[in-house]
T-cell receptor, first 109, second 112 residues
Framework: TQLLEQSPQFLSIQEGENLTVYCNSS?????LQWYRQEPGEGPVLLVT?????EVKKLKRLTFQFGDARKDSSLHITAAQPGDTGLYLC?????????FGQGTILTVHP | DAGITQSPRYKITETGRQVTLMCHQT?????MFWYRQDLGHGLRLIYY???????DKGEVPDGYVVSRSKTENFPLTLESATRSQTSVYFC???????????FGPGTRLLVL
Protein backbone atom coordinates (compact mmCIF):
# COMPACT_ATOMS: atom_id res chain seq x y z
CA THR A 1 0.00 0.00 0.00
CA GLN A 2 1.35 3.37 -0.97
CA LEU A 3 1.17 5.99 1.75
CA LEU A 4 1.75 9.69 1.55
CA GLU A 5 2.39 11.16 4.95
CA GLN A 6 1.61 14.83 5.01
CA SER A 7 2.66 17.11 7.85
CA PRO A 8 1.71 19.06 9.74
CA GLN A 9 -2.00 18.27 9.76
CA PHE A 10 -2.87 21.71 11.13
CA LEU A 11 -0.99 24.99 10.87
CA SER A 12 -2.09 28.30 12.34
CA ILE A 13 0.15 31.28 11.74
CA GLN A 14 0.17 35.07 11.59
CA GLU A 15 0.19 37.05 8.38
CA GLY A 16 3.74 37.58 7.14
CA GLU A 17 5.20 34.36 8.55
CA ASN A 18 6.80 31.66 6.45
CA LEU A 19 5.74 28.02 6.51
CA THR A 20 6.58 24.66 5.01
CA VAL A 21 4.34 21.66 4.43
CA TYR A 22 5.86 18.25 3.87
CA CYS A 23 4.76 15.20 1.95
CA ASN A 24 6.75 12.00 2.51
CA SER A 25 6.57 8.42 1.33
CA SER A 26 8.62 5.27 1.09
CA UNK A 27 7.40 4.85 -2.48
CA UNK A 28 8.88 6.41 -5.58
CA UNK A 29 6.46 8.59 -7.51
CA UNK A 30 6.56 9.36 -11.22
CA UNK A 31 4.88 12.66 -10.46
CA LEU A 32 3.58 14.56 -7.51
CA GLN A 33 0.93 17.23 -7.45
CA TRP A 34 -0.12 19.85 -4.95
CA TYR A 35 -3.72 21.01 -4.69
CA ARG A 36 -5.40 23.75 -2.68
CA GLN A 37 -8.96 23.40 -1.52
CA GLU A 38 -11.17 26.15 -0.14
CA PRO A 39 -14.22 25.46 2.05
CA GLY A 40 -17.20 24.25 0.05
CA GLU A 41 -15.20 23.65 -3.10
CA GLY A 42 -13.21 20.90 -4.76
CA PRO A 43 -9.40 20.79 -4.83
CA VAL A 44 -7.67 22.91 -7.47
CA LEU A 45 -4.28 22.01 -8.88
CA LEU A 46 -1.38 24.29 -7.92
CA VAL A 47 1.57 22.49 -9.49
CA THR A 48 2.90 19.20 -10.83
CA UNK A 49 6.50 18.11 -10.30
CA UNK A 50 7.96 15.18 -12.20
CA UNK A 51 11.77 15.37 -12.03
CA UNK A 52 13.83 14.51 -8.95
CA UNK A 53 15.23 17.69 -7.43
CA GLU A 54 12.81 19.86 -9.37
CA VAL A 55 11.87 23.23 -7.89
CA LYS A 56 8.88 25.22 -9.09
CA LYS A 57 7.77 28.64 -7.96
CA LEU A 58 4.29 30.09 -8.08
CA LYS A 59 4.48 33.65 -6.74
CA ARG A 60 5.14 33.21 -2.99
CA LEU A 61 4.83 29.41 -3.17
CA THR A 62 7.87 27.21 -3.76
CA PHE A 63 7.47 23.51 -4.48
CA GLN A 64 10.30 21.00 -4.36
CA PHE A 65 10.42 17.36 -5.40
CA GLY A 66 12.99 15.24 -3.58
CA ASP A 67 15.97 13.88 -5.47
CA ALA A 68 14.71 10.32 -5.00
CA ARG A 69 11.13 11.34 -5.91
CA LYS A 70 9.83 10.04 -2.58
CA ASP A 71 9.06 13.35 -0.93
CA SER A 72 8.02 16.90 -1.65
CA SER A 73 7.63 20.19 0.16
CA LEU A 74 5.56 23.32 -0.24
CA HIS A 75 7.04 26.52 1.18
CA ILE A 76 4.99 29.71 1.47
CA THR A 77 6.81 32.98 2.00
CA ALA A 78 5.11 35.87 3.81
CA ALA A 79 1.78 34.09 4.18
CA GLN A 80 -1.39 36.06 3.67
CA PRO A 81 -4.96 35.42 4.89
CA GLY A 82 -5.88 34.52 1.32
CA ASP A 83 -3.56 31.50 1.59
CA THR A 84 -5.92 29.95 4.13
CA GLY A 85 -7.18 26.58 2.98
CA LEU A 86 -6.53 22.86 2.80
CA TYR A 87 -3.38 21.84 0.97
CA LEU A 88 -3.20 18.34 -0.46
CA CYS A 89 -0.36 16.43 -2.06
CA UNK A 90 -1.04 13.61 -4.47
CA UNK A 91 1.44 11.15 -5.88
CA UNK A 92 1.29 8.91 -8.92
CA UNK A 93 3.14 5.61 -8.82
CA UNK A 94 2.72 2.81 -11.38
CA UNK A 95 -0.55 4.37 -12.44
CA UNK A 96 -1.95 4.50 -8.93
CA UNK A 97 -2.95 7.81 -7.40
CA UNK A 98 -2.56 8.45 -3.66
CA PHE A 99 -3.49 11.54 -1.67
CA GLY A 100 -1.93 12.75 1.53
CA GLN A 101 -4.20 13.49 4.50
CA GLY A 102 -4.00 17.22 3.91
CA THR A 103 -2.75 20.26 5.83
CA ILE A 104 -5.28 22.78 7.07
CA LEU A 105 -3.60 26.20 6.98
CA THR A 106 -5.06 29.22 8.74
CA VAL A 107 -3.37 32.59 8.30
CA HIS A 108 -4.53 35.20 10.79
CA PRO A 109 -4.48 38.91 9.84
CA ASP B 1 -21.21 26.04 -18.75
CA ALA B 2 -18.26 23.79 -19.45
CA GLY B 3 -16.66 21.94 -16.60
CA ILE B 4 -17.50 19.27 -14.10
CA THR B 5 -20.68 19.40 -12.07
CA GLN B 6 -22.14 17.34 -9.28
CA SER B 7 -25.68 16.96 -8.07
CA PRO B 8 -27.16 17.22 -5.61
CA ARG B 9 -24.82 19.52 -3.67
CA TYR B 10 -26.41 18.50 -0.38
CA LYS B 11 -28.33 15.36 0.53
CA ILE B 12 -29.83 14.02 3.71
CA THR B 13 -31.02 10.44 3.72
CA GLU B 14 -31.80 7.63 6.11
CA THR B 15 -30.00 4.40 6.81
CA GLY B 16 -30.94 1.70 4.32
CA ARG B 17 -32.10 3.99 1.54
CA GLN B 18 -30.59 3.99 -1.91
CA VAL B 19 -28.88 7.22 -2.94
CA THR B 20 -27.38 8.19 -6.28
CA LEU B 21 -24.90 11.00 -6.67
CA MET B 22 -24.50 12.41 -10.16
CA CYS B 23 -21.37 13.65 -11.91
CA HIS B 24 -21.21 15.25 -15.34
CA GLN B 25 -18.22 16.61 -17.28
CA THR B 26 -18.15 18.47 -20.57
CA UNK B 27 -14.48 18.02 -21.49
CA UNK B 28 -14.81 14.49 -22.91
CA UNK B 29 -12.15 13.37 -20.46
CA UNK B 30 -11.52 9.64 -20.58
CA UNK B 31 -10.96 9.18 -16.88
CA MET B 32 -13.42 9.88 -14.10
CA PHE B 33 -13.05 9.32 -10.39
CA TRP B 34 -15.12 9.25 -7.22
CA TYR B 35 -13.54 10.17 -3.88
CA ARG B 36 -14.82 10.60 -0.38
CA GLN B 37 -13.25 13.16 1.92
CA ASP B 38 -13.27 12.73 5.68
CA LEU B 39 -11.28 14.64 8.27
CA GLY B 40 -8.02 12.89 8.97
CA HIS B 41 -8.23 10.68 5.90
CA GLY B 42 -7.77 13.12 3.07
CA LEU B 43 -9.26 12.01 -0.21
CA ARG B 44 -9.88 8.29 -0.62
CA LEU B 45 -10.62 6.80 -4.01
CA ILE B 46 -13.88 4.85 -4.20
CA TYR B 47 -14.07 3.92 -7.89
CA TYR B 48 -12.63 5.14 -11.13
CA UNK B 49 -13.34 4.70 -14.80
CA UNK B 50 -10.87 4.75 -17.67
CA UNK B 51 -13.54 5.01 -20.36
CA UNK B 52 -17.21 4.33 -20.99
CA UNK B 53 -18.21 0.88 -19.75
CA UNK B 54 -14.85 0.43 -17.97
CA UNK B 55 -14.82 0.82 -14.19
CA ASP B 56 -12.49 -0.34 -11.45
CA LYS B 57 -12.37 -0.36 -7.66
CA GLY B 58 -10.37 2.11 -5.68
CA GLU B 59 -9.29 2.05 -2.07
CA VAL B 60 -12.75 2.01 -0.42
CA PRO B 61 -15.33 0.52 -2.84
CA ASP B 62 -17.50 -1.46 -0.41
CA GLY B 63 -21.12 -0.28 -0.30
CA TYR B 64 -20.85 1.67 -3.54
CA VAL B 65 -21.77 0.93 -7.15
CA VAL B 66 -20.83 2.91 -10.26
CA SER B 67 -21.68 2.84 -13.92
CA ARG B 68 -20.38 4.66 -16.99
CA SER B 69 -22.70 4.20 -19.94
CA LYS B 70 -21.69 7.58 -21.39
CA THR B 71 -18.29 9.26 -21.30
CA GLU B 72 -19.65 12.42 -19.73
CA ASN B 73 -21.55 10.84 -16.82
CA PHE B 74 -20.32 8.82 -13.87
CA PRO B 75 -23.04 8.24 -11.25
CA LEU B 76 -22.22 6.82 -7.82
CA THR B 77 -24.88 4.78 -6.04
CA LEU B 78 -25.05 3.86 -2.39
CA GLU B 79 -27.32 0.81 -2.56
CA SER B 80 -28.18 0.78 1.14
CA ALA B 81 -26.79 3.86 2.86
CA THR B 82 -25.06 3.53 6.23
CA ARG B 83 -24.08 6.21 8.74
CA SER B 84 -20.42 5.55 8.00
CA GLN B 85 -21.06 6.79 4.47
CA THR B 86 -21.75 10.29 5.77
CA SER B 87 -19.06 12.26 4.00
CA VAL B 88 -18.24 14.77 1.31
CA TYR B 89 -18.06 13.12 -2.10
CA PHE B 90 -15.97 14.53 -4.92
CA CYS B 91 -16.04 13.58 -8.55
CA UNK B 92 -13.02 14.31 -10.75
CA UNK B 93 -11.99 13.84 -14.34
CA UNK B 94 -8.73 13.80 -16.27
CA UNK B 95 -7.49 13.14 -19.78
CA UNK B 96 -5.51 10.17 -18.54
CA UNK B 97 -5.01 8.46 -15.20
CA UNK B 98 -1.70 10.23 -14.77
CA UNK B 99 -2.64 13.79 -15.60
CA UNK B 100 -4.14 16.64 -13.65
CA UNK B 101 -7.51 15.87 -12.13
CA UNK B 102 -10.26 18.45 -12.27
CA PHE B 103 -12.61 18.24 -9.34
CA GLY B 104 -16.29 18.98 -9.03
CA PRO B 105 -17.67 21.12 -6.18
CA GLY B 106 -18.60 18.11 -4.06
CA THR B 107 -21.76 16.59 -2.60
CA ARG B 108 -22.27 16.70 1.13
CA LEU B 109 -24.12 13.59 2.21
CA LEU B 110 -25.60 13.02 5.65
CA VAL B 111 -26.96 9.58 6.49
CA LEU B 112 -29.20 9.57 9.56
Amino acid sequence: TQLLEQSPQFLSIQEGENLTVYCNSSSVFSSLQWYRQEPGEGPVLLVTVVTGGEVKKLKRLTFQFGDARKDSSLHITAAQPGDTGLYLCEGTSYGKLTFGQGTILTVHP
Amino acid sequence: DAGITQSPRYKITETGRQVTLMCHQTWSHSYMFWYRQDLGHGLRLIYYSAAADITDKGEVPDGYVVSRSKTENFPLTLESATRSQTSVYFCASSTSGKETQYFGPGTRLLVL
